[in-house]
């Protein structure tokens, strides 16, 4: 996260020092350098040294990230919203080593695909949830798991007009690591 103002520079995106996030929206008075400190800091009141808890993790790096392409490079819409989309719709039981190969199968994916560029939804329009909602507005670890649980929900149907690209990408990367486990959501719209 350290290099977002780089990656902001890079996307010709200028950041304000003030108010609340440009992007998101969230309650700071020191704009979107304040929603990713909150951020990084990773909502203490879930302990992740329990690896139970490393999906909340997960699901704050996508939503956050997905809330604010403007501070990545355009691949990352990618990996969040296909790690989204696997965990969501596949249930999949996602731990670290699946992250590693999910970015070695889109790093081959991309090589004849660098055309396609993931739109993001408009500036405050990811979802209403943020980063300063889940700090003031979870008491408790089970209440904090909650929210960054409808926080990722909520940004990653902001982000449907992709979900059919994102869905054969999941299936292609499913189809390479035949032994992930997973259950396809059949209800999902
Ligand atoms: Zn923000």
């Given at each position: 996260m350290q290099d977002y103002i780089g990656a902001a520079e890079k996307n010709g995106i200028t950041l304000?020092?003030?108010?609340?996030?440009?992007?998101?929206?969230?309650?700071?008075?020191r704009g979107v350098h304040e929603c990713v400190e909150i951020f990084s800091l990773g909502f203490e009141l879930i302990d992740y040294s329990k690896p139970e808890n490393h999906l909340y993790r997960f699901l704050s790096v996508d939503a956050h990230t997905l809330q604010h392409p403007e501070i990545h490079g355009r691949w990352n819409n990618h990996f969040h919203l296909s790690r989204q989309h696997l965990i969501f719709e596949y249930k999949i039981h996602w731990q670290y080593d699946l992250s590693s190969k999910l970015s070695e199968y889109l790093n081959k994916y991309k090589v004849d695909k660098q055309d396609e560029f993931l739109q993001p939804p408009k500036i405050l329009e990811?979802?209403?949830?943020?980063?300063?909602?889940?700090?003031?507005?979870?008491?408790?670890?089970?209440?904090?798991?909650?929210?960054i649980q409808k926080?990722?929900?909520?940004?990653?149907?902001?982000?449907?007009?992709?979900h059919e690209l994102i869905d054969k990408i999941a299936q292609g990367f499913i189809n390479k690591n035949v032994n992930i486990k997973y259950k396809r959501n059949q209800t999902w719209p």
């Open positions: 304000y020092g003030e108010g609340k996030c440009q992007f998101c929206g969230a309650n700071t008075t990811r979802g209403q949830i943020t980063t300063t909602d889940i700090r003031s507005n979870s008491k408790t670890s089970a209440e904090c798991q909650e929210m926080w990722g929900m909520e940004v990653y149907i902001s982000w449907k007009a992709h």
